[in-house]
């Protein structure tokens, strides 16, 4: 459900949460196609939250772009007494902020065992501020799905047998939600390997869009393949999903994560609704 007063003005705004550049250069180019895009959102895979701020320090300071992580909102959202509270205030500062891309960290873990997942997470949770888990062994996602740590499970949509029913209903159980990656609709060259994506994808996002939380992404190779969120929208419906069932898809969800896991990552967080609000003077 779309949030309060903003119900009319949030799914026009844009996330692209899976980008992977190997240096500072490329993801500069990324962000100058985004906002020509209005892409306002950026999830930057293998960055940091710190390498994402040193990039910010040492690279945007001597262009004309305007770039912001999104750790730097959490000063005006912390004080918000709701959730719901809190998103709102999130979109009023990214609204407020015209021309500026906002950046946030994330990291796909591909666990080819429980243990080693565990692992994993116990290593890279407070580094970055999502955590997703690629959907490449069965046994894995779904014992993933009950990890509070997990943010997202991520399916090859050409891949028909990433998910099954078991996985659905502890996705469902647990409140998971699935990151559909749609790269193959849009830099396949061969028309019946398309034709074959399109069909496999029909197959998971029937049992996955009718019952469960999921977001689009087209995991874009070169800034030309960025989408907004009408064209994300768009492709969703190529694969089956109606267009009104989306729109949370391409922003609401990915800000309503990132915003609870920057409560998370505080400092000052205990766990849910206790935080530290003081220090006691000796």
């Known amino acids: 459900m779309l949030i309060g007063e903003t119900k009319n003005k949030l799914s026009i705004l844009s996330c692209e949460n899976f980008i992977e550049v190997k240096d500072n250069d490329r993801l500069l180019e990324f962000i100058v196609f985004s906002k020509k895009l209005g892409i306002k959102l950026l999830g930057i895979e293998n960055y940091e939250r710190k390498k994402i701020d040193q990039f910010i320090q040492e690279k945007i300071k001597d262009s004309r772009e305007k770039v912001k992580a999104i750790s ?3 000063s005006q959202i ?6 719901d509270d809190r998103i709102k205030c999130a979109v009023k500062e990214i609204r407020n902020s015209p021309n500026t891309t906002f950046l946030f960290s994330r990291k796909t873990l591909r666990g080819e065992s429980i ?23 069965l046994e894995v996602a779904k014992w993933a799905t009950h990890d509070r740590r997990v943010d997202y499970l991520t399916i090859d ?29 849009i830099q396949s060259n061969d028309t019946k390997q398309l034709s074959l994506t399109i069909r496999s ?46 729109k949370n898809a391409v922003f609401n969800e990915q800000l309503t994560i990132l915003i ?4 998370r990552l505080s400092e000052k967080y205990v ?5 530290i609000v003081g220090e006691k003077n000796d």
């Open 157 to 185: 949509i050409s891949n028909k047998k990433a998910v099954d029913e078991g996985l659905i209903s502890l996705a469902k159980q647990h409140n998971m939600t699935f990151e559909l990656c749609l790269d193959h609709l």
């Open 78 to 83: 912390q004080e918000c007494e709701t959730d």
């Open 201 to 246: 994808a029909k197959k998971i996002t029937n049992l996955i869009a009718k019952k469960n939380k999921f977001i689009l992404t087209v995991r874009p190779m070169t800034p030309y393949h960025l989408r907004t969120s009408q064209q994300l929208r768009y492709l969703g419906e190529l694969i089956g999903i109606p267009f009104n069932k989306s």
């Open 271 to 275: 766990f849910d609704g206790v935080e």
């Open 115 to 137: 243990v080693n997942l565990k692992n994993e997470l116990n290593k890279y949770r407070k580094k970055f501020e999502i955590i997703s888990v690629f959907c490449n062994n």
């Open 72 to 74: 730097s909102i959490f």
């Open 260 to 263: 609870s896991n920057l409560t």
